[in-house]
């Protein structure tokens, strides 16, 4: 007899080990070749990246007419997305500072009957944040961003109505730059839409913002309508900066609505089954009495919890840049 026929075990561990060391050294051997050729191209590549890098392309025509060809593209490219946004902003049109305030009054006139038809529930005294004109007109040089803006808080007043059921409990505006750009009316909380230690707004530049902040109470589905119908407005664009959302309740309901137990009352017994057996004694058989009343009646809460929400909200405005061309003749060189 054999040495491998005796120790069959050890020779198949062996034989094992023998075929995974082979399996192992060739993974080995290949990993090593990818590695390598990764590496190689790695050196490749970046070394020409520096070569990108440290040239300077030559001052060729060839040259000088693709960077204007880019230019050019980049251009209308942007002008295009300007046009794009433009679209979905309100514009400015010159209005007496007279007339911002019949306008005024005729906006808060139209919102309030569309807000009775839709059960929105306006604050006391609610002027759509323009409380200060009501007895007096606006600067001449205000009235027409006022009028802009007027027309951008209605759009925000539509979205809440068609909405529907909800309490705006606040609505506030920030100033605009014409009208000094402080909060009005006085709020002790940072501006609507304007971080703590933020720098006092300057030049507007392209993007011109007024921000307002609006709270209402209503429910949750009521809420999804409303950030939908910002977001996706077609009229004017509108940016959500900060969401804030808490219940109104802050503790739960009870199971029961009410656990008081309902007076008595005489209820008419439930007639005999004529199917039933009569008593062997020839008695007629007894009524069955009315089954006893709940102690209590449950009440559905879900879908109906109440929510406040704060939304800090920005219309934008999308200006004509300021083009500045360059002196005639002036050549750059190298």
């Keep these: 007899m054999s040495w491998f026929s005796e120790n069959k075990f050890l020779a198949g561990f062996g034989a094992v080990m023998v075929a995974g060391l082979g399996t192992l050294g060739y993974l080995t051997y290949s990993a090593m070749g990818k590695y390598e050729t990764a590496v190689g191209n790695f050196d490749a590549t970046a070394g020409q990246l520096k070569t990108l890098q440290e040239t300077k392309?030559?001052?060729?025509?060839?040259?000088?007419?693709?960077?204007?060809?880019?230019?050019?593209?980049?251009?209308?490219?942007?002008?295009?997305?300007?046009?794009?946004?433009?679209?979905?902003?309100?514009?400015?049109?010159?209005?007496?500072?007279?007339?911002?305030?019949?306008?005024?009054?005729?906006?808060?006139?139209?919102?309030?009957?569309?807000?009775?038809?839709?059960?929105?529930?306006?604050?006391?005294?609610?002027y759509?944040?323009?409380?200060?004109?009501?007895?007096?007109?606006?600067?001449?040089?205000?009235?027409?961003?006022?009028?802009r803006e007027l027309r951008a808080i209605e759009l925000v007043m539509n979205v809440l109505i068609e909405a529907g059921?909800?309490?705006?409990?606040?609505?506030?505006?920030?100033?605009?730059?014409e009208e000094g750009g402080k909060l009005k009316p006085a709020d002790p909380q940072p501006a609507a839409g304007r971080q703590r230690g933020a720098p006092e707004?300057?030049?507007?530049?392209?993007?011109?913002?007024?921000?307002?902040?609006?709270?209402?109470?209503?429910?949750?589905?009521?809420?999804?309508?409303?950030?939908?119908?910002?977001?996706?407005?077609?009229?004017?664009?509108?940016?959500?900066?900060?969401?804030?959302?808490?219940?109104?309740?802050?503790?739960?309901?009870?199971?029961?609505?009410?656990?008081?137990?309902?007076?008595?009352?005489?209820?008419?017994?439930?007639?005999?089954?004529?199917?039933a057996a009569a008593p062997a004694d020839g008695t007629p058989p007894e009524a069955t009495p009315p089954a006893a009343a709940p102690t209590g009646v449950l009440s559905y809460v879900f879908g109906k919890e109440k929510i406040m929400t704060t939304i800090d909200l920005e219309l934008l405005n999308i200006a004509d840049p300021e083009v500045k061309a360059e002196p005639a003749g002036k050549r750059r060189t190298q």
């Excluded at 009054?105 to 839709?118: L, S």
């Excluded at 944040?129 to 961003?145: C, L, N, T, V």
């Excluded at 959500?240 to 959302?245: M, Y």
Aim: hydrophobic content about 40%; proline content about 10%.
């Design 128 to 147: 759509l944040g323009f409380g200060e004109y009501q007895a007096k007109p606006p600067d001449a040089k205000a009235a027409p961003a006022l009028a």
């Design 201 to 275: 707004r300057t030049d507007p530049g392209v993007v011109e913002r007024a921000a307002v902040r609006i709270k209402f109470t209503s429910t949750d589905s009521t809420l999804q309508k409303v950030i939908a119908g910002l977001a996706n407005h077609k009229q004017q664009l509108f940016v959500v900066r900060r969401i804030s959302v808490q219940n109104k309740q802050a503790e739960s309901p009870p199971r029961l609505a009410s656990l008081e137990t309902p007076p008595p009352q005489e209820a008419a017994p439930v007639a005999p089954d004529p199917s």
């Design 165 to 177: 059921n909800l309490e705006l409990d606040e609505l506030v505006r920030e100033s605009l730059p």
């Design 57 to 126: 392309p030559a001052l060729t025509d060839a040259n000088l007419k693709e960077l204007v060809a880019q230019k050019q593209e980049l251009g209308d490219k942007i002008a295009s997305f300007q046009k794009e946004l433009k679209a979905r902003v309100l514009r400015v049109e010159p209005i007496a500072k007279e007339g911002f305030q019949d306008l005024l009054k005729q906006t808060v006139a139209r919102v309030a009957a569309k807000a009775g038809e839709a059960k929105v529930v306006p604050p006391k005294d609610f």
